[in-house]
């Protein structure tokens, strides 16, 4: 059996002691509600095993990713998207002696806000919302594991702890200061209000665990959005040659095994362009590592710029394929039908939830008759985020005598 080779250099496998900037569980910064700490699992374990036993979790399984779930068997959906992002942010960590299971945790955790129908339900549930500041799926997610998750006898929401939380806010960088991305907007009244309570220091850079599972994500959708796109017919390998990732990629695929199917051609592509960038993040966090020479992980809060990243080379290809997945898969007219369809249904249930809360089920409408309008929107709008693509096409059905099909 031949041993496997990298031409890399020392990137290591990572089984070595954590790494002194890195986040350490016997320092955790504690939980909002104080509780005995475990004898068998660190902070940040207990966190990914109560994200893993969570609703919202299990809900995942049924939300979009880019195809509805109805035209298909095989495309990826939230739940299986996640998985991958969590492999690979464990294996970044796990290369920067970093804590793996932070990084697990932060990537598991990361879309339990996105709405039914993906980034489409959350456009239109942000413009229902937006006279009471507006929907966002990343505060979203923090009203979820902090307040709209009801398992434990004690408290609300399931109480992660503070480096998951910061994590889970602040893994796209700073909300605010000098480091916030401008375009960002106003940072949502949830994670303002929460942050008065607990604070996640908003200005600052979050762990590197946090920064791992963040270009995991884009890691992830980048290639298997690929996948989903061949699969729906939207894109050919023929297509994928003008990319500057992908391209010189899929001809060294075509060089080595020039007689492999278009299947096998396209997942032994996809493999080979997962362990390119991921490679790429490694080799360029550690040339980051060494220019900031970070002795603890305040070194990183305060570093000033991200500590994981792509490379400018792969940033800048990055940036290409994004914007041909945008041109051939997100903006193609098969794409955008479902997508007026899933708006549809998005924005009629929300209608009917604010116009009558009676149509939401008991323990949801309850109190609500008197109510004003914003704490019915809002009710309104952590019920319908909190449905899976099949449930909202249930109760629109119920509702409503012309609930679009997909597929």
């Not at 932060?106 to 500041?133: Q, S, Y």
Request: charged share 30%.
């Amino acid at each position: 059996m031949n041993e496997e080779r990298s031409d890399l250099g020392d990137i290591g496998f990572g089984y070595r002691p954590r790494a002194g900037y890195a986040s350490d569980p016997a320092r955790s910064r504690g939980r909002f509600y104080e509780e005995p700490a475990s004898p068998t699992r660190t902070p940040f374990q207990r966190d990914r095993d109560r994200i893993i036993h969570s609703t919202a979790f299990r809900r995942l399984k049924h939300k979009t990713q880019v195809f509805v779930a109805e035209e298909g068997d095989h495309y990826r959906t939230r739940l299986t998207h996640t998985i991958e992002v969590a492999q690979i942010a464990r294996a970044l960590a796990r290369a920067l002696r970093c804590d793996e299971d932070l990084a697990e945790a932060i990537a598991l955790v990361h879309d339990f806000g996105h709405t039914p129908f993906g980034h489409t339900g959350e456009d239109a549930l942000n413009e229902k919302m937006r006279p009471w500041g507006g929907f966002d799926h990343n505060a979203q997610s923090l009203r979820v594991v902090t307040r709209l998750e009801r398992r434990y006898a004690e408290f609300d929401g399931l109480n992660l702890s503070w480096e998951t939380l910061e994590g889970l806010v602040k893994h796209n960088g700073p909300l605010t200061g000098p480091h916030a991305d401008p375009g960002k907007g106003a940072v949502p009244k949830t994670i303002l209000d929460f942050n008065e309570l607990f604070d996640l220091e908003l200005d600052r850079y979050a762990s590197a665990e946090a920064q791992c599972a963040a270009i995991a994500d884009d890691i992830a959708y980048n290639t298997h959005d690929i996948d989903d796109g061949l699969r729906a017919g939207l894109l050919s390998l023929e297509m994928l040659e003008e990319v500057p990732l992908s391209g010189p990629i899929l001809a060294d695929v075509r060089k080595h095994y020039p007689r492999l199917d278009p299947v096998r051609t396209a997942h032994e592509f996809m493999r080979r362009q997962i362990t390119s960038m991921v490679e790429d993040v490694i080799v360029t966090a550690h040339s980051a590592l060494r220019e900031i020479a970070p002795k603890d992980i305040a070194d990183i809060h305060n570093a000033g710029r991200p500590v994981v990243t792509f490379s400018k080379t792969m940033a800048d290809d990055e940036k290409k394929l994004k914007a041909f997945l945008y041109k051939n898969i997100y903006r193609h007219p098969s794409v955008m039908s479902v997508r007026a369809g899933a708006e549809k249904v998005v924005r009629d249930l929300f209608d009917a939830y604010f116009a009558d809360p009676r149509a939401m089920p008991e323990g949801w409408r309850e109190g609500l008759d008197r109510a004003e309008d914003r704490v019915k929107a809002r009710y309104a709008a952590d019920f319908l985020a909190g449905m899976t693509d099949n449930y909202a096409l249930k109760e629109h059905r119920r509702l409503f005598d012309d609930t679009p099909v997909f597929g």
